[in-house]
Nanobody, 123 residues
Framework: QVQLVESGGGLVQTGGPLRLSCAAS????????MGWYRQAPGKQRELVAG???????TYTDSVKGRFTISRDNAKNTVYLQMNSLKPEDTAVYYC?????????????????WGQGTQVTVSS
């Protein structure tokens, strides 16, 4: 059993930065990969960024060059630094953890979820 708690969401202006954090607790030895999904109204839940236990990262094309995922294994925490935010980034962002070596791009296969945090980017 793994618990994930997100923080850092909120309302920001277009072009602004925001940093999300996700702290993991419980049976964290079962976790290999972590990442962030997001879901906008009327849209499918999509993988935004993922990071393996050794630091290998992946990003969806729409956020490359703007978002950076990182993790601090000693603190069991994963971060998402979001820069140059756009209105289309508005969504509920979910922290995800996976027993797989690399995070799944299929949301139904994810092993553990956080509650989600709202990110709203105003024009």
């Amino acid at each position: 059993q793994v618990q994930l708690v997100e923080s850092g969401g909120g309302l920001v202006q277009t072009g602004g930065p925001l940093r999300l954090s996700c702290a993991a607790s419980g049976s964290i030895s079962t976790v290999e990969a972590m990442g962030w999904y997001r879901q906008a109204p009327g849209k499918q839940r999509e993988l935004v960024a993922g990071i393996s236990s050794t630091g290998t990262t992946t990003y969806t094309d729409s956020v490359k060059g703007r978002f950076t995922i990182s993790r601090d294994n000693a603190k069991n925490t994963v971060y998402l630094q979001m820069n140059s935010l756009k209105p289309e980034d508005t969504a509920v962002y979910y922290c995800a953890a996976d027993r797989r070596l690399f995070i799944s791009t299929r949301w139904k296969e994810i092993d553990y979820w956080g509650q989600g945090t709202q990110v709203t980017v105003s024009s």
